[in-house]
């Protein structure tokens, strides 16, 4: 099967940059997404990392290290607006599934 | 396009009682699935389907059914509802392949009492 370990928390100072990360255990898998996720809201899909590097969309930024098992999210120039839930998760190319971790809840201090 | 609908966003059943959660797409999406998410339990699997007519459980699927008759429905039913499906529920729908996002309905509040 799949599972993915994030931290629970992370707390960043307004401006700063901070990293979540993201390490998995799967027997084969088609890449490591990223979402976001606001009190009382849903899920918003942020990124997609098929091949190893790094993604950058705007103040984000995704990596993975599929030799590593590992990935991360990268926030620059922290907003309050960004203090939210992230969650990493991946696809089984054996069956499909989608599996996410268990969330890593971004505080951000003014 | 309205993106991803689920109905009711709140319920509260009995005991014992069954309901379907509704969830509609109108992206022709062919891939769907429904999450519970629980406190510090983040998204569990329940079901989930790569195209009409096909389902298949995901991590936490008893006590739950789901049909795909068409590309755009996936209900999901609670057989005999019980306090521990107290949870938020969410149906989310994908293009088929990797690097297609899931796209979100807003969810539904379930309390089982």
């Known amino acids: 099967g799949q599972s993915l370990e994030q931290p629970s928390e992370v707390t960043a100072v307004e401006g700063a940059i901070v990293q979540i990360n993201c390490t998995y255990q799967?027997?084969?898998?088609?890449?490591l997404s990223w979402y976001q996720q606001h009190d009382g809201g849903a899920p918003t899909f942020l990124s997609y990392?098929?091949?190893?590097g790094l993604e950058e969309t705007g103040r984000f930024s995704s990596f993975l290290s599929r030799s590593d098992s590992y990935g991360y999210l990268l926030l620059q120039e922290l907003q309050m607006k960004d203090s939210a839930s992230y969650f990493c998760?991946?696809?089984?190319?054996?069956?499909?599934?989608?599996?996410f971790g268990k969330g890593t809840r971004l505080h951000i201090l003014p | 396009n309205a993106g991803v609908t689920q109905t009711p966003k709140f319920q509260v059943l009995k005991t014992g009682q069954s309901m379907t959660l509704q969830c509609a797409q109108d992206m022709n999406h062919e891939y769907m699935s429904w999450y519970r998410q629980d406190p510090g339990m983040g998204l569990r699997l329940i079901h989930y389907s790569v195209g009409a007519g096909i389902t298949d459980q995901g991590e936490v699927p008893n006590g739950y059914n789901v049909s795909r008759s068409t590309t755009e429905d996936f209900p999901l039913r609670l057989l005999s509802a019980a306090p521990s499906q107290t949870s938020v529920y969410f149906c989310?729908?994908?293009?088929?392949?990797?690097?297609?996002?899931?796209?979100f309905g807003s969810g539904t509040r379930l309390t089982v009492v």
């Open positions: 989310a729908s994908s293009l088929q392949g990797a690097g297609y996002g899931y796209t």
């Open positions: 998760a991946v696809r089984d190319p054996r069956d499909d599934k989608i599996i």
């Open positions: 990392n098929g091949l190893d």
């Open positions: 799967t027997s084969g898998f088609y890449g």
